[in-house]
Structure formats: structure tokens, C-alpha cells
């Protein structure tokens, strides 16, 4: 009814998440508290699967970006779900490796990888590493030689493709770090010499053109920039490339006015886009991947938080500060980002007051949002900041060292906690 399936009002009036009572989260687990929707993760995750069945013939897969929220328990989802995983760090790479998650696929990304990152993608096999450049080139296929293996790798391009903005843009040369420049020749220089390099295999090329997009013409015209380069590198070695990776970035609800597109209307698009114009070129067709990592987890998670201090100052504004804040939701503080709270405990009560949701955090910064409507709060109850699943355990700190609050799945109405809470203890683990 708010942003996401999975969230309801019942009879006592009280929010619920996948069929539970927020409010008995709330006293079984204590506050703050991450909640997440197994339910709803599962059903985004066959959105994905689903859609690439129908609209590609099964010809691809669909990564899961673990950065949204990486831990032991969605590894092993995803794993169940028929879903890759995109990871971007040894931490990532440990978490699904300690599951059993499966080597092949697995996606292993990142701009700077360190040597002992690489080593460790190698010895367990990982699916392809996303080689960002050339250095990076250069210290694979050496340390894929030591090993005695070939390395299937897919480059990172960048499109020149900004979504970012408000209308897209085409530009020139895109000021970013990440991956090989399409116009400055420097992409081909690395094709080139991955081609030429034994102990490497080129299967494929990716590119990411941001996040939280809801537009479906930069994607369109990503997989277009990427076919015309596959046809050139065809056209300079012979290679005909098998995999094309058209990264994340789909859009997800955190406002109720937010109006993402279904993954489907993406699929079937970009399908057809890429079958017409793949023809056209006269390239095979090749698999698509995609990594959601937002639009799996994002609106299928929430946090409770209780309200503490409430001080209306007349005529500036109402300050409602939580037991949370920053620590566990920076992304106010980052990107001023947009959410919908709601008192848990009177959640069927009209939201007529306008106030500023406070953290705990020493730092004036440290908000969740600022002129937001919820229903008129009083200290003690519980408020339910929504569509947290993603970017939000996963940037979590332990800034003024208060620690990271315990994660909480539900499935069928029943919690259970899958990450725990820091204690004092684990704050001060690793202090000499
Ligand atoms: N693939 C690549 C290569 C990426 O860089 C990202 C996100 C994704 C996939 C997943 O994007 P998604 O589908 O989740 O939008 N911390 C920020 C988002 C940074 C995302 C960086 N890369 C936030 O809180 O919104």
C-alpha cells in the first residue's frame, strides 16, 4: 500500500511487514531494528529470472549487486533463487564464499583490485573478474599464469552515458573512474592486449550507468554503444564476444509518488533492442547479465526506531530525534535521499504533522529527513522509516561508537534475526 507488497496495516492499526506486527518486532528485538521481507526479496528476485526467460529465451542471468546488503543469509537466497552475485570486494567475495555460494556465478568487480583480491577470485574459481584496467589486466593474467589458469574476464566500459541526470546525456568523454574510456581509445588498447594475453580469456564487455533510474532510454542506448564496440572489436581481432553485462541501476519506490517500471518493460525493450540491432551488425546474440541490487532488496526492508526527545522550536521547525540515525542510514547525510516514515504504532492515523526526524549522532548533519509528514509522534513510539533494504546495513558505521543494529527477517509472520546487533564487547573487539 506505502512503497512496497509487503507492508500493511492491521486490525490494531499497527504497521506490519510480510504479515508481522512491527510493533512486536519492535519489543521482541528492541529498537533500532532492521527488517527485511524474505517474501518480497524472493518475488523481486523472480522478477528478474522470470523476465529473462521470457523475454531472452533464459539467455542470461541476473547478478545480485551484494552492496545493497551483503551478509551470509541473502547469499544463500540468492543461491537458492537461481541468482549471480556481483561483488566488489575480498569482504563480498568471503561472505558467499563462506555459504558455498557457486564459484561460476559469481561476478567479482571493482576499480582497484588488490593483488591478494585477485589471488583469492582465482583460487576459488570465481565465475569472470571485471577487469577495470589495464594494470589491473597486467596483474591478472600474472597471477592466473602462477596458477596455472585462464582467467575469463569481461572489461568494464564506459558508455558515455550519464543517467545521472535529470534528462540523460550523451557526452564525450565521461568524467568517472571506473572501467576503460570508449573515445579516447583507451578500451580497444585494452582489448587488444587481453586478446594477446595467455593467460586471459575475453568473454565479454559491462557497463553501469547509474542508479535509482526510472527512464528506460538510457539503457536502450547503453546496449547500443556496447553492441557498436563488440562489432568493432569483432571487426579488429575476429573475437566475437559472448556476454554483454548492462550493470544495475533499476529504480525502486521510497516515495509513494516514485514510479518505477517493471524489470519486464526493461527486458522485453532491451531484448528487442539487442536482438534488431545485434542482427544488424551481424553478431551472434549474446547473454545478457544484469545486476540489480536496489530493486531486489531495497523496498522489501524497513527500520523501527523508537522516538526519544521531541522539541518543537516555534516558528523554526519540530525536531524528532530517534535512536538511530546516520550510523545506520547515512543516506540522508549523503544524498539527502527521500523516505516515507510512519508511526507504527498508529499507523492508520492521518500523518498531519510535519517534522524533522532526528538521529542520536553527535553531528547537526545527522537526519533521517527533514519536513517530513507523519502521524503527531510523542516520545515512545516506535517510527518506521521505509524501503531500507538496501545501502543501508551495508554503509552502516560505528561512528561515536554506538554499534549497528541487528537485521531481522520475516517470512511467513515469523522473525528471525540474521544478523546480530553489536555489542560493547564487539565495538572494542579489535582494540589493543
Ligand atoms: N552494478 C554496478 C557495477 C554498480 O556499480 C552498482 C551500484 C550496481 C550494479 C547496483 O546498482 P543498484 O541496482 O543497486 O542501483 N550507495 C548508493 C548507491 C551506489 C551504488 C553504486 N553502484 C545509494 O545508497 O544509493
Known sequence: MYVSDCIDINSQGHLTIGGCDTT????EFGTPVYVMDEDEIRKNCRKFVESINEYYGGNGMALYASKAFCCKEICRIMAQEGMGLDVVSGGELFTATSVGFPAERIYFH???????ELKQAIDYGVGKIIVDNILELETLNELASAAGKKEKIIMRIKPGIDAHTHEFIKTGQIDSKFGFALETGEAMEGVLKA???PNIELVGLHCHIGSQIFDLDPFELAARVMLDFMAEIKQATGLELSELNLGG??????????RPRPFKDYMKKVSEVINEYSKKLKLKTPSILVEP??????AAGLTLYTVGSVKSIPDVRTYISVDGGMGDNPRYILYQSNYEIICANRAAEKRSA???VAGKFCESGDIIQEWTHVQPVKTGDILAVLSTGAYNYSMASHYNRIGRPPVVMVKGGEPRIIIRGDSYEDI????I
Open 24 to 27: 512486536h518486532i519492535a519489543k
Open 110 to 116: 571493482g576499480n582497484n583490485k588488490t593483488s591478494a
Open 195 to 197: 586478446v594477446s594475453m
Open 249 to 258: 541501476g533499476f529504480g525502486i519506490k521510497y516515495k509513494k509518488t516514485d
Open 293 to 298: 541490487g536496489r530493486a531486489i532488496v531495497g
Open 354 to 356: 510535519t517534522v524533522t
Open 428 to 431: 572494542i573487539m579489535n582494540d
